[in-house]
Structures are given as C-alpha cells and as structure tokens.
C-alpha cells in the first residue's frame, strides 16, 4: 500500500514536472516585448543624426511662428488704429 502511494506520488511529480517543462517551452517560443531589439551601430548614427535634425527644424519653425504671431498682433494693432482714427 505504501508502495501504491509512492507510486502515485511519483506519477504526479512527473506529470508536474511535464507541464512545467512545457510552460518553459512556450515561454521560450515567444519572443520577450520587453527586449528591445538589437539594432545596428550604423542605424542608431543615423536615426540619431534624424532626431538631431527634426529637433533643428522644430526650433527654426518655432522660431518663425513667434515671428508670424508678433507680426499678426502688429498688424491687428495698426487695424485697430486705423479703425478708430476713422471714428
């Protein structure tokens, strides 16, 4: 009987072990998202060298929409004037 007990207790190690056996497989057979993936010296220079040059672009276009703002509030000012040299 005690033999019996073993037995079974082993079978169900077994089929234990199995299924974990099994989880780490699949595990294994999908790829981690949290690992980035692995990118070339050149590509990271280059998309580098782009960011660069978007952050260039985003200061000048910055720096043109603060001129066209105060040109508009210039213009609406002298409107204004005008409006009410009239009246």
Not at 19 to 25: G, P
Not at 53 to 78: T, Y
């Amino acid at each position: 009987m005690a033999q019996d007990a073993l037995d079974q207790a082993l079978k169900r190690l077994d089929s234990a072990l199995a299924a974990l056996e099994a989880r780490f497989a699949e595990r294994e057979a999908v790829p981690d998202l949290f690992t980035a993936p692995a990118v070339e010296p050149e590509r990271l220079i280059e998309l580098e060298a782009q960011v660069g040059a978007l952050k260039d672009r985003e200061r000048a276009l910055e720096a043109v929409a603060a001129e066209a703002s105060a040109a508009l509030g210039r213009a609406a000012a002298e409107v204004r004037a005008a409006l009410n040299a009239e009246a």
